[in-house]
């Protein structure tokens, strides 16, 4: 458990608080927390899902970010336009690591840039003309994708294209679906709406397509993975014990996920929701319109794997029971000798962790399996049924922080002093220049996969490696280095 008390915590916060104005202390104030998992709901303690304060460090993302990046664009054999200028869409092609098996350019195209490049005149006379081109252009070049998506960047809502007139022209014109989703990054918040604005565009142009289709031959052990992006291969490690337990995995999306896999999930018996923040929207949907339960699952670390593989397997039959018991006592086993060997190295060891979607609670299961204690979480985008869910996985006292600013998480350490920070690519070199070991915990570091048994592995190994790395006793943070230190280093 945490060293620090309630009063310690919240003093600390006052503390880091105290740098800024009146109107923003008292702002920021609602989004830091000591934790109390007595409570039932967590807006008794944090507030989320505000907008950032102006002139801080956000480390948010925006709301085409949440479409395209997350929910959209790992769809592997669909085209996603980025309907703007070139920028958005560089910056977001192939930065996330969602696997894919296909062959490039030719029937997946998960990792290419298609973007309408929008110079100053389109911007002043409109891009409809130039995304009509664009969609025959696409089609002619590509002629094996199912489909398009138009992902809608800032200019398109302030200038007003019409991007549905255009979609629905084009679809009949090309035989296929193009889908516009109206993600423009300035709405909403943070990229949370964008997954909202994406979810939207699926359940109304999509899901419905194969609803009077009765061709498809279903199982009583249908279910599909919603939310799991395949960041390294995650899906795969979790879809094999899936199998492994008697169910088929009609649809796995995003990550190398296709249309007509998402087509089909209507006509499965369970949807499996890994990250909650992205799917819960859809799921629910698929519950009202199609009866169709829903239930999330944690695939990081071995209790947690358990403990979600007795959850799926509770909406089946005895087969399905058994099944789970068996896949868990096989890699049990296998699982013994890696905690074994890692969790000597790692035990005691104190984590905090700043990450979006699900991992801020998710990964604390895993590591905990290896000795390990999060001493503090919080989320980019999360809302207050995301704490609701992570203040039961926290212990008293330790750290809540919604939003945090580079300022504060920089000063939370300082205080702290965590063994090991699992956040995102913007706080990697701060805090390794600071000689704390450091884990990219959105796309597991260029490693991975971390879901499944498979996946618990890896992250054991590359948390020791991190963690115990000779590296950091050696380093000097640059603004710390004396004269003599830095002349030295130059040389």
């Known amino acids: 458990m945490s060293t620090m008390t309630t009063e310690q915590t919240e003093a600390l916060i006052q503390e880091v608080l105290e740098v800024y104005p009146e109107k923003a202390k008292k ?11 007595t409570l039932e709901q967590s807006n008794k303690c944090i507030t989320s899902n505000k907008k950032s304060l102006p002139g801080v460090m956000t480390i948010r993302g925006c709301a085409y970010a949440g479409s395209k990046g997350v929910v959209w664009g790992p769809i592997k054999d669909m085209i996603h336009i980025s309907h703007g200028p070139v920028g958005c869409g560089q910056y977001s092609r192939a930065g996330r690591r969602n696997y894919y098996v296909g062959t490039t350019g030719v029937n997946t195209f998960g990792t290419m840039n298609f973007t309408s490049d929008f110079q100053e005149k389109d911007i002043v006379f409109g891009g409809d003309k130039k995304l009509d081109k664009l969609i025959s252009e696409i089609d002619t070049l590509f002629p094996l994708n199912k489909g398009i998506s138009v992902q ?12 549905e007139a255009v979609s629905k022209r084009k679809s009949k014109e090309i035989d296929k679906p193009v889908v516009p989703v109206r993600c423009e990054g300035f709405r909403g918040v ?15 142009w999509v899901l419905p397509t194969r609803d009077n289709d009765n061709s498809f031959q279903t199982t009583p052990y249908d279910v599909s993975i919603i939310g799991d992006y395949n960041i390294g291969g995650d899906a795969w490690s979790s879809r094999i014990l899936l199998e492994e337990m008697g169910l088929r995995v009609v649809s796995q999306w995003s990550g190398d996920g296709t249309l007509s896999e998402m087509e089909l999930t209507p006509k499965v018996k369970l949807n499996l929701l890994h990250c909650y923040r992205s799917m819960n929207y859809i799921s629910r949907h698929m519950e009202e319109k199609y009866g169709i339960p829903w239930v999330e699952y944690n695939f990081f670390g071995p209790t947690k794997i358990a403990e979600s593989l007795r959850k799926i397997a509770s909406y089946f039959d005895d087969s399905i029971k058994e099944g789970a018991e068996r896949v868990i006592a096989k890699y049990n086993a296998e699982m013994e000798p890696i905690i074994a060997k890692f969790r000597p190295r790692l035990e005691g060891k104190r984590v905090m962790l700043y990450v979006g979607g699900l991992r801020p609670r998710h990964t604390i299961g895993a590591y905990e399996d290896l000795g390990m204690e999060v001493v503090g979480a919080g989320y980019e985008f999360g809302h207050n049924d995301d704490y609701d869910r992570t203040i039961k996985e926290m212990g008293n006292a330790t750290l809540l922080y919604d939003d945090v600013t580079g300022y504060e998480f920089e000063e939370f350490v300082k205080a702290v002093k965590p063994d090991l920070i699992g956040s995102g690519i913007k706080e990697k070199y701060i805090f390794q220049k600071m000689g704390i070991p450091f884990r990219q915990m959105h796309s597991w570091d260029y490693s991975g996969p971390y879901h499944g048994y498979d996946g618990f592995a890896i992250f054991a190994r590359d948390m020791d490696m991190t963690l115990n790395n000779p590296c950091w006793g050696k380093l000097i943070a640059p603004w710390k280095a004396t004269g003599s230190e830095a002349a030295a280093k130059a040389a």
């Not at 702002?27 to 998992?37: E, F, G």
């Not at 943070?190 to 109304?204: E, K, P, V, Y």
């Open 190 to 204: 943070s990229q949370s709406l964008g997954h909202h604005i994406a979810n939207d565009t699926i359940r109304d």
């Open 27 to 37: 702002d920021r104030a609602k989004h830091l927390a000591a934790n109390d998992p």
């Open 152 to 163: 809608s960047e800032c200019p398109i809502g302030l200038i007003g294209d019409d991007i």
